[in-house]
């Protein structure tokens, strides 16, 4: 089955801070989201972005498909910014979303 | 606009009882998923509906897990006879199924500890 490996597994940031988060994966896919995990445990959705880039404030991302990656930027970093920050794909033919293994941020203040 | 929501939010049980959660997704949100989390790791996928119609489930579960979804709203997933490796947090997430954007929201979560 598809593979979806994320980079760096840890980042502690300072405040206001920028970092650029990765995602690789091992074929082709036909939704691409990304997703904050907050220490309180909920998943926020980011972005759904197959392909192309997108931006909401500080936040922003892109998607080569056919490079197989994704990278999420994040810029000023905030505290409320730490947490888990997931990529999950949807490999071509299924409806299956699989999740990567996630970067852990914190930033300090 | 309420929000994916489940219940309950803590279930603590004996190993061999069986246990059923509910979610409750968005509003007209026909795409509905369950998903299973441990600890540090990134949810894992159970099953997927499309209104009322089981459509994937994962090969990783096991003939004790069962969901349904019998009127396209809300969904049920129950575990039988459970299994001390079954404790983890069970999320439920739906989406419109719209077009251009599949956007998933997530519910709080479910978190099972199997005693």
């Known amino acids: 089955g598809i593979q979806v490996e994320q980079s760096p597994p840890d980042l502690i940031l300072q405040e206001g801070a920028n970092s650029t988060l990765r995602c690789n994966f091992s074929?082709?896919?036909?939704?691409l989201q990304w997703f904050h995990q907050n220490p309180w445990g909920q998943l926020i959705n980011l972005f759904y972005i197959p392909s192309g880039t997108k931006q909401n404030g500080r936040l922003s991302a892109t998607t080569v498909a056919t490079e197989r990656y994704s990278l999420l930027y994040i810029s000023s970093s905030q505290t409320t910014d730490s947490g888990v920050y997931f990529c999950?794909?949807?490999?071509?033919?299924?409806?299956?979303?699989?999740f990567g293994t996630g970067t852990r941020l914190k930033v300090l203040a | 606009d309420t929000g994916v929501s489940q219940d309950p939010r803590h279930k603590i049980t004996k190993r061999g009882q069986n246990v059923t959660f509910r979610c409750d997704p968005i509003?007209?949100?026909?795409?509905l998923y369950w998903y299973r989390q441990t600890l540090g790791q990134g949810p894992e996928f159970l099953t997927y509906?499309?209104?009322?119609?089981?459509?994937?489930k994962s090969r990783l579960l096991s003939d004790r897990f069962s969901a349904e979804r019998p009127k396209g709203s809300f969904s049920t997933l129950e575990i039988q006879r459970t299994e001390q490796g079954d404790s983890a947090m069970y999320l439920c997430?739906?989406?419109?199924?719209?077009?251009?954007?599949?956007?998933?929201?997530f519910g709080p979560g479910t978190r099972l500890t199997v005693l």
């Open positions: 509003s007209e949100h026909n795409r």
């Open positions: 509906f499309q209104n009322e119609a089981q459509l994937e």
């Open positions: 999950a794909v949807v490999a071509s033919g299924t409806y299956k979303y699989i």
């Open positions: 997430a739906s989406s419109s199924g719209l077009g251009i954007s599949d956007t998933q929201y």
């Open positions: 074929d082709s896919v036909n939704n």
